[in-house]
């Protein structure tokens, strides 16, 4: 397995923001690929084609490609070497027990996986595979054409695809819909073939992250002509570089979501000079400096997505809680927020700044990053006074106003920067939260037990006490867990939680409906510290816990906060 110095990353970064004169994607750091192609079952005879085309995407983009058939190929060493492993067209039971126990470590220790096709179709008795792969092969019809509604334009895999997006190739129903689990990037219209059983919604391509690893699935590439299609060759390419982490992708799952422009302008508004012009759902903007507000609504706590690109070493960025400019944009710049889009300016107007009042945490911002000339997306999570900035799924900013003379209930806008800067936004979307989850931590106050305390000056209800001068501190040694009784039982989806210096390296969100009987909400390895806001949980309980079973340090665990959000 290859690794990036951090420094040359960040170089690379740079460059591509700075002398890339039109979108592109910068090479990526050289990295290796497993495609395991081993059948139990059906074989496709598109599998030596598959191969192929893998190899030619490698020689073209900087990755080399091992093809085998061997499962003993499954062991810890000899994984450790793949940034991802394919499974191109698998059937069946095609691993033992030993050789799923390394390819499970494998993925939550931060590898990769891509599934093609019959990847579906593959082992049906191993529940940690069916959760990576997203969904279980359940039929198919004769091949036939279709048009895929691709829903996420932001992906690697599907950013250079139409909204409708038709071809021919053998079209999978699937046992289960994955998408409360997974990022849904394309879905098959079942009114333009015949034979689906999911009805209208009825995904073929996702991707997910499961524990610090990456999944993605494309139910495409039965046939051996889909591998000399173009958009076809692009989608595979785009699926193993995120899957081997050299492209960033938001691939927590959604729902809940209105798009206030998804191609359609209506309720927007320019307000100062320039312009965006609008074409393929996309905004591009032109001169300024302007700004292209929604002045259909105001917004109050709220979550706010976005898909942005730049080009070249350009300038723009998103603007929340102005009130209404009419035609001043300098309105939204003194009286709202802006989180800033340019990777190449002062740490305090950064990409993923809030310009001029609180820098990004410029190594999550550069770790999650994608260099101009690719595709990148926002989380702006409003709630009261508080903005959190997501990019690409990854927390980068937390910022609360306290300026008496700013608010952040108000409009969204985006900005055109002017002449010399190019930026494009797809697929704006919002979630309003009021009476929603995070609005309440259901655990404030409530009853906390816990496995130990370090003394008794750090009991269980200090985790839940509001305070960040408090904590609870557990004994020395694994495993440790806290607890919260909610008084009631709630739908769940989300927890956050503020570690002091001693944390988890590894733990578990737990459920229960009686205190007793527990099931695992979301798994964490690899934790570092700090704030962890696990959100896109679905869980009904009463009772929550934190079950630590790897120490970071030789100390116990140790929690400032415990939250709790649902309804």
């Given at each position: 397995m290859?690794?990036l110095?951090?420094?040359t990353?960040?170089m690379?970064?740079?460059?591509a923001?700075?002398?890339?004169a039109?979108p592109?994607i910068?090479?990526d750091?050289p990295?290796d690929?497993l495609v395991?192609?081993?059948?139990?079952?059906?074989?496709h005879?598109a599998?030596p084609?598959?191969?192929q085309?893998i190899r030619?995407?490698?020689?073209a983009?900087?990755f080399?490609?091992?093809?085998?058939e061997?499962a003993?190929?499954?062991?810890t060493?000899?994984l450790?070497?793949?940034e991802?492993v394919?499974?191109l067209?698998?059937?069946?039971?095609?691993l033992?027990a030993?050789?799923q126990?390394a390819?499970?470590?494998?993925?939550?220790?931060?590898?990769g996986?891509?599934?093609?096709?019959?990847a579906?179709?593959?082992?049906y008795?191993?529940?940690?595979?069916?959760?990576?792969?997203?969904a279980?092969?359940?039929?198919?019809?004769?091949i036939?054409?279709?048009?895929?509604?691709v829903?996420?334009?932001?992906?690697?895999?599907?950013?250079h695809l139409p909204?409708?997006?038709?071809?021919?190739?053998?079209?999978?129903?699937?046992?289960?819909?994955?998408?409360?689990?997974?990022?849904?990037?394309?879905t098959l219209?079942?009114?333009t073939y015949?034979?689906?059983n999911?009805?209208?919604?009825?995904?073929?391509?996702?991707?997910?992250?499961?524990d610090?690893?990456?999944?993605?699935y494309t139910?495409?590439g039965?046939t051996q002509a889909s591998?000399?299609e173009?958009?076809?060759?692009s989608h595979?390419?785009?699926g193993?570089?995120?899957a081997?982490n050299?492209?960033?992708?938001?691939?927590?799952?959604?729902?809940?979501?209105?798009a206030?422009y998804?191609g359609?302008t209506?309720?927007w508004?320019?307000?100062?000079p320039?312009?965006?012009t609008?074409?393929?759902?996309t905004?591009?903007?032109?001169?300024?400096?302007?700004?292209?507000w929604?002045?259909a609504?105001?917004f109050?706590?709220?979550?706010?997505?976005a898909?942005?690109r730049l080009?070249?070493?350009?300038n723009?960025?998103i603007?929340?809680?102005?009130p209404?400019p009419?035609?001043?944009?300098?309105?939204?710049?003194?009286q709202?927020?802006e989180?800033q889009?340019?990777?190449?300016?002062a740490?305090d107007?950064?990409?993923?700044?809030?310009y001029?009042?609180?820098?990004?945490d410029?190594?999550a911002?550069?770790?999650a990053?994608?260099?101009?000339?690719?595709?990148n997306?926002?989380?702006?999570?409003?709630?009261g006074q508080?903005i959190?900035v997501y990019l690409?799924g990854?927390?980068?900013?937390?910022?609360?106003?306290?300026?008496?003379?700013?608010?952040?209930d108000?409009y969204?806008?985006?900005?055109?920067?002017?002449?010399?800067d190019?930026?494009a936004f797809?697929?704006?979307?919002v979630k309003?939260?009021?009476?929603?989850?995070p609005v309440?931590?259901l655990a404030?106050?409530k009853?906390a037990?816990?496995?130990?305390v370090?003394n008794?000056s750090?009991?269980?209800?200090?985790a839940?006490d509001a305070?960040t001068?408090?904590?609870?501190?557990?004994?020395?040694?694994?495993?440790?867990?806290?607890q919260v009784?909610l008084g009631a039982?709630?739908?769940?989806s989300r927890?956050?939680?503020?570690?002091?210096?001693?944390?988890?390296?590894?733990?578990?969100?737990q459920?229960?409906a009686n205190?007793?009987?527990?099931?695992t909400?979301r798994?964490?390895?690899?934790g570092?510290?700090?704030?962890?806001?696990?959100t896109?949980?679905?869980?009904?309980?009463?009772?929550?816990?934190?079950?630590?079973?790897?120490?970071?340090?030789?100390?116990?665990y140790s929690?400032?906060?415990?939250?709790v959000?649902?309804?």
């Amino acid at each position: 397995m290859r690794k990036l110095i951090a420094g040359t990353a960040a170089m690379v970064a740079l460059a591509a923001c700075t002398f890339t004169a039109s979108p592109a994607i910068a090479a990526d750091a050289p990295y290796d690929v497993l495609v395991f192609s081993k059948t139990a079952g059906f074989r496709h005879d598109a599998i030596p084609v598959g191969i192929q085309t893998i190899r030619d995407l490698g020689a073209a983009n900087n990755f080399t490609v091992t093809a085998t058939e061997d499962a003993n190929a499954f062991t810890t060493a000899n994984l450790a070497q793949y940034e991802t492993v394919v499974f191109l067209n698998t059937t069946g039971d095609v691993l033992n027990a030993t050789q799923q126990t390394a390819f499970e470590s494998y993925v939550r220790g931060g590898g990769g996986y891509a599934g093609v096709h019959a990847a579906a179709d593959t082992e049906y008795d191993w529940p940690f595979y069916g959760n990576l792969v997203g969904a279980y092969f359940h039929s198919h019809p004769a091949i036939q054409t279709v048009t895929a509604r691709v829903q996420n334009r932001a992906h690697p895999s599907s950013a250079h695809l139409p909204q409708s997006w038709t071809r021919s190739d053998e079209l999978y129903n699937y046992r289960t819909n994955p998408r409360s689990g997974a990022a849904v990037l394309a879905t098959l219209d079942e009114s333009t073939y015949s034979g689906g059983n999911m009805g209208a919604d009825h995904p073929i391509s996702w991707c997910k992250t499961v524990d610090s690893g990456r999944s993605w699935y494309t139910g495409f590439g039965h046939t051996q002509a889909s591998y000399a299609e173009a958009n076809f060759r692009s989608h595979l390419l785009g699926g193993i570089r995120y899957a081997a982490n050299r492209a960033k992708a938001d691939c927590r799952p959604e729902t809940g979501y209105t798009a206030i422009y998804n191609g359609s302008t209506t309720g927007w508004t320019q307000a100062g000079p320039g312009s965006f012009t609008n074409s393929d759902a996309t905004l591009s903007s032109t001169g300024g400096m302007g700004l292209y507000w929604y002045s259909a609504k105001q917004f109050t706590s709220y979550s706010l997505k976005a898909d942005w690109r730049l080009t070249g070493d350009s300038n723009s960025g998103i603007f929340v809680g102005f009130p209404n400019p009419n035609n001043d944009p300098w309105v939204a710049v003194n009286q709202g927020y802006e989180v800033q889009i340019d990777a190449t300016d002062a740490v305090d107007r950064t990409t993923g700044a809030i310009y001029t009042f609180k820098s990004a945490d410029v190594a999550a911002r550069d770790a999650a990053l994608n260099p101009a000339g690719e595709w990148n997306s926002y989380e702006l999570l409003v709630e009261g006074q508080r903005i959190r900035v997501y990019l690409n799924g990854k927390l980068v900013n937390d910022f609360t106003n306290t300026d008496p003379a700013r608010n952040l209930d108000g409009y969204i806008g985006i900005q055109n920067h002017g002449a010399g800067d190019q930026a494009a936004f797809r697929n704006i979307r919002v979630k309003e939260l009021t009476g929603q989850p995070p609005v309440t931590n259901l655990a404030q106050g409530k009853a906390a037990t816990a496995s130990s305390v370090e003394n008794a000056s750090y009991p269980a209800a200090n985790a839940v006490d509001a305070s960040t001068s408090t904590r609870w501190s557990s004994a020395f040694g694994d495993p440790q867990w806290v607890q919260v009784d909610l008084g009631a039982t709630y739908n769940i989806s989300r927890v956050r939680l503020l570690w002091e210096a001693a944390y988890g390296s590894a733990y578990q969100i737990q459920t229960s409906a009686n205190g007793s009987t527990w099931t695992t909400a979301r798994s964490v390895t690899g934790g570092n510290g700090g704030e962890d806001d696990l959100t896109g949980l679905n869980a009904q309980a009463r009772y929550v816990r934190v079950l630590g079973t790897t120490r970071a340090t030789q100390w116990g665990y140790s929690l400032f906060t415990f939250e709790v959000y649902g309804n």
